[in-house]
């Protein structure tokens, strides 16, 4: 059988530093993933597993899926050179239980950089 807590306001061990549960529901990152080239996941929130399309082209795989298809997408990458690449979604729609990314350079061209990291906004499912 299932149990349930109710509460308003969560506090740190001390008392100290309190939030409202619905700033924790609402107002919480829902994903959270860091790759690098070699298409390895670290640090990763709600994520089963990535996707390697091809070059500086990934899919992100949910583990709970997303309330809907309108949430936010953001990012950023790191290339070992000076090639300041940056990280956009692409491709179609994103889905409830998956959204696709590119790393690109300045030249708008598909580049593997070191690091990519995103991180996605809403609601779950």
């Known amino acids: 059988m299932a149990s349930e807590l109710r509460v ?7 008392g100290n530093n309190s939030i409202a549960t619905s700033f924790v529901a609402g107002g919480s990152a829902k994903i959270i993933a ?3 080239v070699s298409a390895l996941l670290s640090n ?3 994520v089963s597993s ?6 500086g082209d990934f899919t992100i795989n949910i583990s709970s899926a997303m ?16 090639d300041h690449s940056f990280l956009a979604t ?6 409830t239980t998956s959204y696709r990314f590119l790393s690109r ?8 950089t070191d690091r990519n990291s995103t991180q996605v906004g809403g609601d779950l499912a």
């Not at 309330?67 to 000076?82: E, H, P």
């Not at 692409?90 to 889905?95: I, K």
Request: glycine letters at 12%; charged letters at 10%; zero cysteines.
């Open 44 to 46: 990763t929130l709600n």
């Open 34 to 36: 860091v790759n690098n």
């Open 50 to 55: 990535l996707g390697d399309n091809g070059t």
């Open 8 to 14: 308003n306001t969560l506090k740190d061990a001390a």
């Open 90 to 95: 692409f491709g179609s729609n994103p889905a």
């Open 67 to 82: 309330g809907n298809v309108n949430y936010s997408v953001t990012g950023s990458s790191i290339g070992s050179t000076n």
């Open 105 to 112: 350079n300045e030249s708008n061209t598909s580049v593997d």
